[in-house]
């Protein structure tokens, strides 16, 4: 079992930056960022892979979103010239394998989530 665990959320204006960070109690080979708007379903932010350090994203935080590993346990999002309509709970995600890394229903181990509010 792997605990997971997110920070940084906040609430900002339009414009505004974050940094959301994950921690992980062992090594997973495939590590995500997936957000929750209300009444939405589950959507794909971004993945990083700690061996080779690949990085996606979707395309609405493309260039304005940057996901990072600085060891085998940490993760982060980096969150610059936010939109009203990034505002959701965001979690971080994990598994054992590669493949399928924008489907929720792969991995195995979640956080709680922390919360991003951006207003115009």
């Known amino acids: 079992q792997v605990q997971v665990a997110e920070s940084g959320g906040g609430s900002v204006q339009a414009g505004g930056s974050l940094r959301l960070s994950c921690s992980a109690s062992?090594?997973?080979?495939?590590m995500a960022w997936f957000r929750q708007a209300p009444e939405k379903e589950r959507e794909w932010v971004a993945v990083?892979?700690?061996?080779?350090?690949?990085a996606l994203y979707a395309d609405s935080v493309k260039g304005r979103f940057t996901i990072s590993r600085d060891n085998a346990k940490m993760m982060y999002l980096q969150l610059n010239d936010l939109k009203p309509e990034d505002t959701a709970m965001y979690y971080c995600?994990?598994?054992?394998?590669?493949?399928?890394?924008?489907?929720?229903?792969?991995?195995?181990?979640w956080g709680q989530g922390t919360q991003v509010t951006v207003s115009s």
């Open positions: 062992r090594y997973t080979y495939t």
């Open positions: 995600a994990a598994k054992d394998n590669a493949g399928a890394y924008t489907r929720a229903d792969t991995y195995t181990f």
């Open positions: 990083i892979y700690y061996t080779n350090g690949d």
